[in-house]
Nanobody, 115 residues
Framework: QVQLVESGGGLVQPGGSLRLSCAASGIILRVNAMGWFRQAPGKQRELVADISRFGSTNYADSVKGRFTISRDNAKNTVYLQMNSLKPEDTAVYYC?????????WGQGTQVTVSS
């Protein structure tokens, strides 16, 4: 059974930083392309960053230059370093394979950017 558990969210002021973690069990992350997704209130879930099996990364235009996705194979964990946060980054953040599997969605972690 695959479990993806997100953590690291919180309340941060504009311009601040957070580091999200996605700890996996039942799946080996290094052989899967993984993504970080987010869903803001009233909006559809969107992919913000992904990392391939080979370590190449891609970012949505809205986060390019501010967010960094990485993977620790030994810990079977994927991270999302978020810098220069903006109020429009407020959302629940999820990790999943990319493309995603519906049964892999976890509870996500809330990120709120507000002064």
């Amino acid at each position: 059974q695959v479990q993806l558990v997100e953590s690291g969210g919180g309340l941060v002021q504009p311009g601040g930083s957070l580091r999200l973690s996605c700890a996996a069990s039942g799946i080996i992350l290094r052989v899967n392309a993984m993504g970080w997704f987010r869903q803001a209130p009233g909006k559809q879930r969107e992919l913000v960053a992904d990392i391939s099996r080979f370590g190449s990364t891609n970012y949505a235009d809205s986060v390019k230059g501010r967010f960094t996705i990485s993977r620790d194979n030994a810990k079977n964990t994927v991270y999302l370093q978020m810098n220069s946060l903006k109020p429009e980054d407020t959302a629940v953040y999820y990790c999943n394979t990319n493309p995603h599997w519906d049964e892999y969605w976890g509870q996500g972690t809330q990120v709120t950017v507000s002064s």
